[in-house]
């Protein structure tokens, strides 16, 4: 993706571990600016990242081009009423927060221009996944603009607006379950008489490696899997029990479980 060209003024509402990794993110290549009901979180970040903190979400609304909206879903009501009559027309009102459908948001803010947003943790090192709800309100031009303001955080893809719950479940809650797993992994290790060091970095390394390979080469996983397991050796050993464990159905289900909990919060 093609880095962005100009500079874009956004302003993070929300200092939380979100806001403030995106803030952190995005202040090597913009100019950002932070504005949280808790002054002194928001502070210590500003000075951290050489931005602004203003003390009143007006101030910090005033000179930006975008407002990305990084509170707490429960407090939308609360920050949209401070927001009320403070947002310009040729302003944009990202929101990242999570089950909060498009309809939400513009029953919230108006006439305001809304874009739905769902980044995931990894974003904070470049190696995120972001979705971008695909209401039909933005051109090609126009959604080529904010991939070129958000190219700093990993991979950008645009689905519509009934998906956005299904990629928040996956690539924004994924990560919380694949470091479950390397947790595992390590425990193994420790079990198998490896240092928890030895077993997290190993484990660790095996899992971009193998996350490189599959990239690299393309190919289904499992194809890939049958590629590392020989006939009576010890991988297919290994399958068995993970089969025989459900460990497959838990993964799936575990998604599901997460999908169905957002669907709850959107309805």
Request: proline share 3%; net charge negative; glycine share 10%.
């Amino acid at each position: 993706m093609a880095e962005s060209k100009e500079v874009c003024r956004i302003a993070v509402i929300g200092s939380g571990v979100m806001g403030g990794g995106l803030a952190s993110a995005l202040s090597h290549h913009h100019q950002v600016s932070l504005y949280d009901r808790n002054m002194t979180r928001a502070s210590e970040l500003a000075e951290e990242l050489g931005a602004k903190a203003s003390k009143d979400i007006a101030d910090a609304v005033q000179d930006v081009d975008i407002i990305l909206l990084a509170v707490k879903p429960q407090d939308l009501p609360v920050v949209a009423k401070e927001l009320f009559g403070k947002i310009r027309d040729d302003q944009v009102l990202v929101s990242i927060l999570g089950g909060v459908t498009y309809e939400m948001l513009k029953l919230h803010f108006g006439d305001a221009i809304v874009l739905r947003m769902m980044p995931n943790v990894p974003c904070f090192y470049g190696e995120g996944v972001i979705t971008f709800a695909d209401t039909g309100e933005f051109s090609d031009e126009e959604k080529k603009e904010f991939e070129e303001i958000f190219w700093p955080l990993g991979e950008i893809y645009w689905i519509p607006e009934n998906k956005m719950n299904a990629a928040t479940a996956l690539a924004g809650s994924g990560p919380a379950f694949v470091f479950l797993i390397v947790e595992s992994m390590v425990d193994a290790a420790v079990t198998l008489g490896l240092s928890a060091g030895q077993g997290k970095d190993m484990a660790t390394q095996m899992v971009l490696g193998a996350i490189t390979t599959l990239r690299e080469t393309g190919k289904h996983p499992g194809e890939l899997k049958w590629e590392v397991t020989s006939p009576g050796g010890c991988t297919i050993a290994g399958v068995k029990t993970f089969e025989d464990e459900s460990i497959r159905s838990g993964v799936i289900n575990t998604f599901l479980s997460t999908y169905e909990s957002l669907q709850g919060f959107s309805e």
